[in-house]
């Protein structure tokens, strides 16, 4: 543990050196300084632990934080000791995670939540919760599974009496999981013979065909493989023995799980007669398949009904009645008024019939071009040649006139001059419906464009006019065994997840961890909401380096109101398990909030977005979370840009009116803004001052700015930098403290910051 006077490792060296010399008389009056390396660590050890410099009289709610690994800290060593002496509270870096606790079959475990919760109170510290609700770490799985296709229903007509072969998981050669079929007559050699059957399993792939004889030898290698699929796979096998076999073996070690057979079927060439007993399955003879008994295998007849695969159009825009806020996925371009913008909105009635409202698109007299005004539709996803789309939408003006429609790339990124879709307008309300397969035109111009949006030409009429969309649905079609849910169906089992996972954790804690991070990073630093925010993080629109196919993102079933979810189960079961619901804080955890890249574009958006989920007057929010993995930037002008981005942060900030939290305060240094984190083993003395003041810089701005009443908390994220192996900002000086737990530079700059010097 180190505590005030503590001595740093180098120092000691020093120290060793010293009383060595002079323990002999003749080198008494010998004088040396130490070694510049060594000095300037001295002052470190002049400094108390972090927590006894806040001035808890003027601010009182404060709390200090430290990230911790759950299961070092309930070993009770170096970590515990650490986090005990200088910080107020923990947080779980990963222990407290979906992903963490939910396994694949669904079933949760909080022993190690239960543990550690336990483990911080015998230690006098707090926990905050991280986190309820993230698209990142979940057990997609497990969530995958829960809106999965429901089973067609069975056409019993279509039940099939088949060979079940049921084995355990793949292994690592393909004669691990074999079955075979021993012929009444051994086959004649230099003959061809020609094997047919169909296979189907739950591991599609392909597998050994090895014939040869029941006593193990003549095994012929080599011959064409057997495929297995999700569905029925004709298979087709012609050979010609070398010599004597009498027994067909299928080796399946390398795919595992189930497999069927149905129609097997052997002939010799110029035979029709077929080699195998009962070879469709008609009867319960299965005397003449067998496998070895060690293998653990199982087989049997067993009727199978075929369910067959159900074709879909999945939706690819969203707000197509114009009844929500999000224009994400709709444009225009107006004469006079440049664009591409988002699409503008009219008032309730405008919409079809008199109903809702819809989109309103206006064009000016005596246009340059067809082309000057246009109406986009974008798909959330590319399309590509040879998807089939479905399009429908309604549509009028206040005069008739015609239209042409195009292929782009993003709304004014043309591509193809027909898309296929163009419509004739009247003043009533009509409704157009297509289907139409993507073109090679409708994908390329000087090469292949990724294809994602349909525009209207609406200036072909040379008068000004209004035009009107309404009601439009757009979907590529899908093909999948079984049926889909339908969205509603995905939201009520997620949601019902929702409450399941959040029950059990507050059961977990007991009601002794009273503030959380109940959604974590909902933010995207791109797209547009319609109210010019940043769009929220999904599937489509990730936020997060190129893995958004590894998350699971509740929003994108949900709705963009998905965090009024977990708000309101967190405060129902954390006041049904013995906490106080006064006591209870929620968060809204996001990063780059300090961004001075786009002038703190997201925060805005943040704030923006709380103030619409607060809106339906049930929803509460508590407190911001401001994520700040920095890094010192040795360009002094972007450095300077930086400084001033965090200090407009938390003015924005304070003027929510929230609870705010820097949630995960760490830092790197680098030569300029978004360049390589330098390496630990290089960071000179002079480079780890200036990160030192840093520190002491957010610090005191964090407590110059906010509010006292709104100040809830730091939390230092890792307290001793990081491992080269670490999956995190590895071999980067991101500590207080270094791997062997001795203070740091900014050690010192943390302290001066929460003391106010």
């Known amino acids: ?172 050669n393909v004669w691990d999981w074999e079955i075979y079929y021993d012929l009444d007559n051994v086959l004649e050699i230099g003959k061809q013979y020609t094997l047919t059957l169909r296979i189907k399993g739950s591991n599609p792939g392909a597998f050994s065909f090895w014939p040869g004889m029941k006593d193990g030898s003549n095994t012929h290698y080599g011959f064409p493989e057997c495929t297995s699929g999700e569905g029925w796979i004709d298979n087709t096998i012609v050979f010609t023995p070398t010599s004597s076999i009498d027994r067909l073996r299928f080796c399946f070690g390398k795919l595992g799980g189930d497999l069927y057979f149905d129609d097997v079927v052997l002939k010799a060439d110029g035979s029709e007669a077929n080699l195998l007993v009962n070879s469709s399955f008609d009867e319960d003879d299965i005397s003449h398949w067998t496998t070895v008994s060690w293998m653990g295998l199982s087989y049997g007849v067993e009727e199978l009904g075929e369910s067959g695969s159900t074709v879909w159009f999945e939706s690819i825009i969203t707000n197509g009645d114009a009844e929500g806020e999000d224009v994400s996925c709709f444009y225009a371009t107006e004469d006079g008024k440049g664009g591409p913008y988002a699409a503008p909105i009219g008032e309730t009635g405008t919409g079809a019939d008199g109903v809702g409202r819809a989109f309103i698109v206006k064009s000016a007299d005596n246009p340059a071009e067809d082309h000057s005004t246009q109406f986009f539709v974008k798909a959330n996803t590319v399309l590509k040649e040879g998807d089939i789309c479905k399009l429908s939408f309604k549509y009028k003006a206040d005069k008739a006139a015609g239209s042409d429609s195009q292929t782009h790339k993003k709304p004014g990124e043309y591509i193809f001059y027909d898309a296929g879709v163009s419509v004739n307008f009247t003043t009533q309300w009509q409704k157009f419906e297509k289907e139409f397969t993507v073109t090679e035109q409708m994908v390329t111009n000087e090469g292949v464009q990724p294809f994602q949006t349909i525009a209207w030409n609406l200036a072909k009429f040379k008068e000004a006019n209004t035009y009107y969309f309404d009601d439009i649905e757009f979907g590529i079609q899908k093909k999948a065994e079984g049926i889909p849910l339908t969205p509603e169906e995905k939201k009520e089992v997620l949601t019902n997840e929702l409450e399941r996972w959040i029950k059990g954790m507050m059961e977990a804690c007991g009601g002794s961890v009273t503030a959380w991070d109940v959604v974590n990073e909902p933010i995207s630093g791109g797209g547009d909401d319609g109210n010019g925010n940043y769009a929220l993080q999904s599937a489509t629109n990730p936020d997060d380096n190129g893995v958004g196919g590894q998350n699971f993102y509740w929003q994108d079933f949900l709705g963009d109101d998905y965090v009024r979810i977990p708000i309101k189960f967190a405060r129902k079961y954390f006041a049904e398990n013995g906490g106080n619901s006064g006591d209870l804080k929620l968060f809204i955890n996001d990063y780059n909030l300090e961004s001075w890249w786009d002038n703190n574009k997201k925060v805005k958006s943040l704030i923006n977005w709380i103030k619409r989920w607060e809106s339906d007057g049930e929803t509460k929010i508590d407190g911001i979370g401001t994520q700040m993995h920095v890094s010192y930037i040795l360009n002094e002008a972007d450095q300077k840009k930086q400084e001033e981005s965090i200090v407009n942060m938390f003015e924005l900030l304070a003027a929510s009116g929230k609870l705010i939290k820097i949630t995960e305060l760490d830092m790197g240094i680098v030569e300029k803004a978004f360049g390589e984190g330098i390496k630990t083993e290089l960071v000179t003395f002079e480079q780890y001052q200036k990160m030192s003041d840093f520190y002491k810089f957010i610090i005191q701005k964090y407590f110059e700015i906010i509010p006292v009443a709104q100040q809830y908390g730091i939390t230092q994220w890792a307290a001793t930098d990081s491992p080269a192996d670490s999956g995190w900002r590895k071999g980067q000086p991101i500590g207080l403290w270094d791997l062997n737990y001795n203070r740091k530079h900014t050690y010192a700059g943390f302290a001066d910051g929460l003391a106010g010097k």
């Open 1 to 172: 543990m180190i505590m005030k006077n503590s001595i740093n490792k180098y120092f000691g060296l020093a120290l060793l050196f010293i009383s060595a010399s002079c323990a002999d008389d003749k080198f008494v009056d010998f004088k040396t300084e130490k070694p510049e390396s060594i000095a300037q660590y001295e002052y470190l050890n002049a400094y108390d632990a972090l927590k006894t410099y806040i001035d808890r009289s003027t601010h009182p709610n404060f709390k200090l934080g430290t990230g911790v690994a759950a299961n070092d800290f309930l070993k009770g060593e170096m970590v515990r000791s650490v986090a005990v002496a200088n910080f107020d509270e923990v947080v779980a870096g990963n222990a407290m995670k979906y992903a963490s606790i939910v396994a694949d079959d669904g079933s949760m475990d909080f022993g190690t939540v239960t543990k550690f919760v336990e483990a911080a109170k015998t230690s006098g510290l707090t926990v905050y919760g991280h986190t309820l609700c993230w698209h990142s770490q979940q057990n997609n799985k497990w969530l995958n599974s829960l809106i999965a296709n429901k089973p067609k229903p069975v056409d019993p007509s279509s039940v099939n009496r088949v060979l079940h072969i049921v084995a355990g998981e793949p292994k690592d």
